[in-house]
């Protein structure tokens, strides 16, 4: 069901140094900030020949990548995404297996512009996983 790993997102606490880091020290390609006040969080697109890695950064109060960072102050993996060719009947078939959908359990529209689910990580090895129909 699910296809290709669109990306891996990582919370950060510094957004330039994290920048810096992907940049000068592992030589990628990296994206200017760009903010998301709807997701509360400033993203880095990091460009891998693959997939993307997102560097995210808290914004404004209530960031769900705040509280995230307040458990894990160094940072750190935040959620995984997989894309699927059908968000609805990929969710109907977790629900239907027992695993849990994040928050009303209808698609949002995502980072991407495109319909994105959450799956609740302890369903899921204990990774956060969001599921984006391409
Ligand atoms: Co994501």
């Known amino acids: 069901m699910i296809g290709r790993l669109n990306h891996i997102a990582i919370a950060v606490r510094d957004l330039a140094a994290a920048t810096a880091l992907y940049r000068d020290t592992l030589g990628a ?36 990548v ?18 699927v060719d059908d968000i609805l009947a990929a969710r109907d078939r977790l629900k239907a297996q027992g695993a849990r959908v994040l928050g009303t359990g209808e698609p949002r529209i995502g980072a991407h512009g495109k319909p994105v689910l959450f799956l609740h990580p302890k369903d899921f090895c204990g990774t956060l996983v969001e599921l984006e129909q391409i």
């Open 29 to 64: 390609t990296v994206s200017a900030p760009l903010p998301q006040p709807e997701h509360g969080v400033t993203v880095v697109f990091v460009e891998l020949p693959n997939a993307k890695v997102e560097l995210l950064e808290p914004l404004g109060e209530g960031s769900p």
């Open 66 to 83: 705040g509280k995230f960072l307040e458990k894990n102050p160094e940072g750190g993996m935040h959620h995984v995404c997989y894309e």
